[in-house]
Each structure stands twice: as structure tokens, then as C-alpha cells.
């Protein structure tokens, strides 16, 4: 996914946008609750990068959000996910897991951002074997297909400019190569799901609800980028400690927010 912006300045909008939405999709009963939000040191990540910086742990109220034939076969207790990360910008991991399902869960996300326009190929550095087995998929924010239940138009960035940096709207079919700065992120998704029977239809679902979701989310990165434009990382920690306050009280009250399946 291409995104507007220099890679640092990605950091501030990925933070500012994650605890917006994060609001957005929280309400009667299900959401976002954030367990831990607390810096980490000394556990290197990947490839000689930074072996410090920001650890969460969430959990994901997902009740009236998940798939209808997964609530018809799920206890009352375990459509629940479990988010841990590890954010050592530009890079990151993300490990999601299941207290019903156990070990037979498992859904791990490894991200990259960097200064390109997504032309860097296995940016991950997997094996060829590993690599052979990936299948790439490229995400337009512009211009890629939006479920109707998520557009807005305040959040097209076909329609949105920035007012503070001039960025935007994104318009034509390689909207970057026309746009400075532009930036890539890269995720690297692994997902396994065993349950016989349902394996191929959930591991589907896990899919196309992960690229829903990031196209989303990127869209709203991009148009944004006023609230958060020139934030440092001290005004976001303050954004996600009040956040971390109205989740807990928005989980508790009102009606379903957001996404729901």
C-alpha cells in the first residue's frame, strides 16, 4: 500500500489513525480494550534493525462482528482475538491468537514501511522456497473497490486534500508516480486456522476481512493527515492514554459501532 507521506511522518499518522479507529469500531459490547501500552527494549526483530520500542497487548470484543455461520457455531466466549505487538518502526510484528482455538489459530502480521513506491521486491528477505509461496497483492487507496457499508466521502481520498501539505486528491490510475513524498508499506500476512471442515472458508474470511480492513484504514491515514500532520510521538502517547479511557467506556454502553459481519 502507497501512502503520501515520508516514512516518519507515517509513524505519527499510523498511531493517531489506529486509536481513531479504534473508537470508531467500539460500542455495545464489543470493540477494542488495550490491555498494555508500554515501551520495550532489547528483543531484536528483524534483520539487524531496532531491538526497542512500543509493545501492546489488546484484546478484540468481536461478538457481533465476526461471520454469522461463526457466531452460529462459536461459544459465547471465544470470538475473541488477542493482539500482541511489537512496533519497532519502520518496523513491525504482530502476533493475533484465540484462548478457544489455542494452537489452532495462529495469525502473524510483519510490516515494513519504507521510501518507495512499492516496487521493492521481497522487502521481507524470505527464502525462495518461502517466497515461491507468496501470493503478492497490491492495494490502491484510491482507486481499489470499498464496501459500501465503509465509504464516506470524507474519507475518499479521491475527493480529500490536505489543506496543511497541499497532498492530494489522488487521482488517476498510478496516482503516485505523480505525487512526492510517497512511502510503501509492506505486510507479510501468515494465517492458519485448524478446524476440519471450515479451514479453507475461515482462513478466506481472515483474508478478505484483513485487506477490507487495510484499505480502509489507509484510506483514513491518507485523508486524516490534517488532524495528525506535525503531532510528535510524546502528543500521541498523551491521544492513546485518553483513548485507552474512552474505549473502556464506550465497550460498556451505546450500541455496535463499525465493522460488523
Known amino acids: 500500500m502507497i501512502n503520501t507521506c515520508l516514512v516518519y511522518q507515517y509513524h505519527v499518522g499510523q498511531l493517531y489513525s489506529v486509536a481513531e479507529m479504534s473508537k470508531q469500531e467500539t460500542g455495545g459490547g464489543d470493540g477494542v480494550e488495550v490491555i498494555s501500552n508500554q515501551p520495550f527494549t532489547g528483543q531484536p526483530l528483524y534483520d539487524g534493525g531496532p531491538s526497542c520500542g512500543q509493545y501492546t497487548y489488546k484484546i478484540f470484543h468481536l461478538r457481533k462482528k465476526v461471520p454469522s455461520f461463526i457466531r452460529l457455531l462459536a461459544p459465547e466466549n471465544s470470538t475473541q482475538l488477542h493482539e500482541k505487538s511489537w512496533n519497532a518502526y519502520p518496523y513491525s510484528r504482530t502476533i493475533y491468537s484465540n484462548p478457544y482455538m489455542k494452537e489452532n489459530f495462529h495469525l502473524s502480521i510483519e510490516t515494513i514501511h519504507a521510501a518507495d513506491k512499492g516496487d521493492t521486491e521481497n522487502i521481507h528477505k524470505l527464502s525462495p522456497q518461502e517466497w515461491s509461496e507468496v501470493e503478492v497483492v497490491k492495494i490502491d487507496i484510491a482507486n481499489d473497490p470499498v464496501s459500501?457499508?465503509?465509504?464516506?466521502?470524507?474519507?475518499?481520498p479521491t475527493k480529500v486534500a490536505s489543506k496543511k501539505t497541499g497532498r492530494g486528491p489522488l487521482v488517476g490510475p498510478r496516482w503516485w508516480e505523480k505525487m512526492d513524498p510517497v512511502m510503501t508499506c509492506y505486510k507479510?500476512?501468515?494465517c492458519e486456522f485448524k478446524w476440519f471442515g471450515l479451514?479453507?472458508?475461515v482462513e478466506k474470511v481472515v483474508q478478505d476481512f484483513e485487506r477490507r480492513l487495510m484499505i480502509k484504514f489507509h484510506r483514513q491515514v491518507f485523508c486524516w493527515l490534517d488532524q495528525w500532520h506535525g503531532l510528535s510521538i510524546d502528543s500521541i502517547r498523551a491521544i492513546e492514554e485518553n483513548t485507552q479511557?474512552?474505549?473502556?467506556q464506550q465497550r460498556h454502553t451505546g450500541q455496535i459501532r463499525g465493522t460488523v459481519g
Do not use: H, N, R, V
Open 148 to 156: 459500501p457499508d465503509d465509504y464516506k466521502s470524507d474519507e475518499d
Open 188 to 190: 507479510l500476512i501468515k
Open 199 to 201: 479451514q479453507t472458508k
Open 245 to 248: 479511557k474512552e474505549l473502556d
